[in-house]
């Protein structure tokens, strides 16, 4: 190729930097919006169209992303390169490194490139699979669609500012100056990596016209790591599905050569090999990458329940590329990086063994976060065995005679491994602390449970939060700490007010501290929102005998067969009611239960404790 000298500077980079600018501003009102008026389109992001396939939610991301797929499917890859805030962010950290003398080099991977398509698997259709393979209830593999276009809870499926921030720096800047100008769409991205499919199948290309004299100019222009000229003059068009259709080799070809138009797509070219790629690392180091790419992103993915799908990946490359890097500093005579010599004549510069000591360091970090990742798995793997129900569990201050002995394995050792991951992480895992908290009032370590929950309380907002109050007050309530309880019950209510469970507790406070009146009023409140809760009616029906009113008496005879009409047919259950209305004083409702857990289970459920 001839050398690139006196290359024109592109005039479509200043409309693609002004479209994409705009686009970054429309979201920011959209943000504004939504917060001012308190609902809003529901978010404009290809993630959302998991809810839509998983749920059946048709919101605006699901939109979005299908229509862009039928553009590319027609146009090419338009949306990525002029619609993406994503790619915006790498541009401008690549125009920043050129400004201090860096230009990022693409780093050229066999193996990589494959990343993206997968991604998109296992976000879109894996979920769709499972769903068809592992559908024992024959439910509909098409979920039942329902409108979800506007939304209260716009942020609810995107991270925390402290996590988006880490995110934006690894996934734009860190892939940036490692792997190249488009690193994370090229390694990561998995909605490129349906893009690049239908841009096979577009007829939407770049294309050349004779006027062609093969200066190079469009290959050294192009950011996205395609060799434009060769293809040009091999197929007549771009076939990479890398190419983003920025326009910017278009807009510096000297003799007008290049041109967007319509014709034969990808997929019926004739495969040729006369364009030789040169790639950045050999066939050894490639699977090397690859399985290091793998671990690397298990050990971060969801790591104290932080890092997202999108983020785990982009550390997964820069994990891979430092990794190699670092192989070839320690094996190679010669290296060097940007601008930096990092070994020359066999000897490692000083460049060089800051390179290594930052890249063991980052190395270091995916180690430890595999480590802490391992133990939570594990921990999170024994949870789901403990076969314990809620309701029997918090029949009691101390459940401990309802664990069997694989239940009270699977406890100790899942609370094991929450306290390795705990006591050595670097964050708290809000996920996670919850169920040490419940392994603790298992083993009946009330007091330690209650102070776990408070400190998951701390670090969760909305729905979570919710549930670590529930059963923070839940478990005051059978200690007997009922203002505690109370407290944390209305906190509960604060975060999420349609959780019925914390209403019921409530009530059983109100009661416990004397205020009987607002007990029943919080009570009756519980089942008019869910008729079917058979211990709050229970409840309101021992209420109101308490209180002795005929009225109430009446009231309470419809209370107790409507409890009755949902009580399910199991000792078990019946014991439950009768320990929760016992502790509350109504003996005579308390001992109805007693007695039909004895009858349906004789001599294995005690008639009280």
Not at 223 to 233: G, I, L
Not at 294 to 307: I, P
Request: overall charge positive.
């Amino acid at each position: 190729m001839p050398p690139q000298t006196g290359i024109r500077k592109s005039k479509t980079s200043r409309w693609r930097a002004a479209a994409l600018i705009t686009l970054n501003l429309f979201m920011i009102a959209h943000i504004i919006q939504w917060r001012i008026m308190g609902k809003t389109v529901s978010p404009i992001e290809p993630s959302e169209t998991m809810q839509t396939l998983q749920g059946g939610f048709v919101n605006a991301g699901f939109i979005f992303f299908t229509l862009a797929i039928l553009a590319t499917l027609i146009f090419g890859r338009f949306v990525c390169g002029w619609g993406c805030h994503i790619l915006a962010l790498q541009d401008l950290c690549g125009w920043l490194l050129k400004k201090m003398g860096l230009h990022p080099k693409p780093f050229r991977s066999r193996l990589l490139v494959y990343v993206p398509l997968i991604g998109a698997l296992y976000m879109f259709v894996w979920p769709t699979a499972y769903r068809f393979f592992s559908n024992s209830e024959h439910a509909p593999i098409i979920p039942k669609f329902t409108n979800h276009l506007v939304t209260t809870n716009f942020w609810q499926t995107f991270p925390s500012v402290a996590v988006a921030i880490p995110f934006l720096f690894v996934c734009g800047f860190m892939t940036v100056y490692f792997l190249g100008q488009k690193g994370f769409c090229t390694y990561a991205c998995p909605y490129g990596g349906f893009f690049g499919l239908a841009d096979k199948l577009s007829p939407g290309k770049i294309r050349v016209t004779p006027a062609c004299n093969q200066c190079g100019h469009c290959t050294a222009t192009c950011t996205s790591n395609v060799q434009v000229h060769a293809e040009v003059k091999q197929y007549g068009m771009v076939v990479d599905p890398g190419c983003m259709k920025c326009m910017d080799c278009v807009s510096v070809c000297p003799n007008d050569a290049l041109y967007f138009g319509f014709g034969k797509p990808t997929i019926l070219v004739p495969k040729s090999n006369a364009i030789r790629k040169s790639y950045s690392v050999t066939w050894p180091e490639e699977i090397i990458g690859a399985l290091v790419f793998l671990g690397s992103f298990l050990a971060v993915r969801g790591v104290y329940a932080l890092v997202p799908f999108l983020m785990a990946l982009g550390c997964a490359t820069v994990t891979t590329f430092l990794t190699l890097k670092t192989w070839r500093l320690f094996r190679a005579k010669e290296l060097s990086f940007y601008r930096f010599n990092l070994k020359a004549s066999g000897r490692i510069r000083k460049a060089g063994w800051a390179f290594a000591i930052i890249a063991c360091v980052w190395i270091g970090l995916n180690a430890h976060s595999g480590w802490v990742r391992y133990h939570e798995f594990l921990g999170n793997r024994a949870f789901q065995k403990v076969q314990v129900p809620d309701e029997l569990a918090l029949a009691q201050a101390n459940p401990d005679r309802w664990l069997r002995p694989a239940d009270r394995e699977n406890i100790v050792q899942g609370k094991n491994h929450f306290q390795a991951a705990s006591r050595f992480g670097l964050f708290v895992n809000s996920e996670t602390v919850p169920k040490l908290a419940w392994f603790e009032y298992l083993l009946g370590n009330a007091d330690q449970s209650v102070q776990l929950l408070s400190q998951a309380a701390a670090h969760q907002k909305g729905e979570s939060k919710a549930l670590s109050l529930y059963y923070r007050g839940a478990i005051l309530n059978r200690v007997g700490r009922h203002e505690e309880a109370r407290a944390s019950l209305d906190e509960a209510l604060a975060e999420r007010d349609d959780l019925i469970l914390a209403r019921q507790e409530k009530g059983e406070s109100l009661w416990q501290l004397g205020r009987k009146e607002e007990a029943v009023a919080v009570w009756t409140d519980a089942v008019q929102r869910n008729p079917r809760l058979a211990l709050a009616n229970n409840e309101l029906a021992g209420a109101e005998r308490s209180l002795g009113a005929l009225g109430k008496l009446e009231e309470a005879s419809a209370h107790e067969k409507q409890a009755d009409q949902f009580t399910p047919n199991n000792p078990l259950y019946h014991w439950m009611l009768g320990r929760r209305l016992q502790d509350l004083g109504m003996s005579e409702l308390a001992e109805k239960h007693f007695q039909l857990a004895s009858q349906l289970s004789p001599g294995e459920v005690p008639n009280e404790q």
